[in-house]
């Protein structure tokens, strides 16, 4: 039980978990491109910006963890530190939007994953999963 200052509340009894779909099909942020400085303020904040609009109906939360997922069609190497401009990119679209209060470690952990995308789907694609911690 919670107290919030006009009596005691029940807490959830789960914890709060949010999938947002990133429409991507490739890493527009990949390590591994050379883009302009000024090509890449915009994208970065493209999708910092896009994080914030999706994030702004979840509720504030102490801590998360955060995991932005690569869903792939073809099997061939890539590497999920490639990720890490994208993943920052879309968490500070979260502080943004006031889920945490900061994406130091204290409040925020991130892991960049990349899997098979199930058979139904069409294309490649990503999603960005949010994991309250308690």
Same mark, same amino acid.
């Given at each position: ?8 509340? /029940?807490? !959830? ?9 990133? !429409? ?5 942020? =990949? ?7 000024? +090509? ?5 904040? /493209? ?43 879309? =968490? ?19 892991? =960049?994953?990349?899997?098979?995308? !199930?058979?139904?789907? +069409? ?12």
């Amino acid at each position: 039980m919670n107290w919030d200052g006009n009596g005691y509340t /029940q807490a !959830p009894a789960e914890p709060f978990v949010a999938t947002i779909r990133v !429409p991507l099909e490739t890493n527009p942020l =990949c390590l591994n491109k050379g883009l302009h400085r000024m +090509a890449e303020s915009r994208l970065k904040k /493209q999708w910092r910006t896009f994080a914030a609009k999706e994030a702004a109906r979840f509720p504030s939360l102490t801590k998360v963890d955060v995991t932005l997922t690569w869903f792939v069609k073809v099997n061939r190497t890539r590497d999920e530190d490639n990720m890490y401009r994208l993943i920052k990119s879309l =968490c500070d679209g979260l502080i943004d939007a006031g889920l945490v209060h900061d994406d130091a470690p204290k409040y925020m952990g991130k892991k =960049c994953r990349i899997e098979k995308a !199930p058979a139904g789907e +069409a294309k490649a694609y990503m999603e960005l999963r949010i994991e309250e911690i308690r």
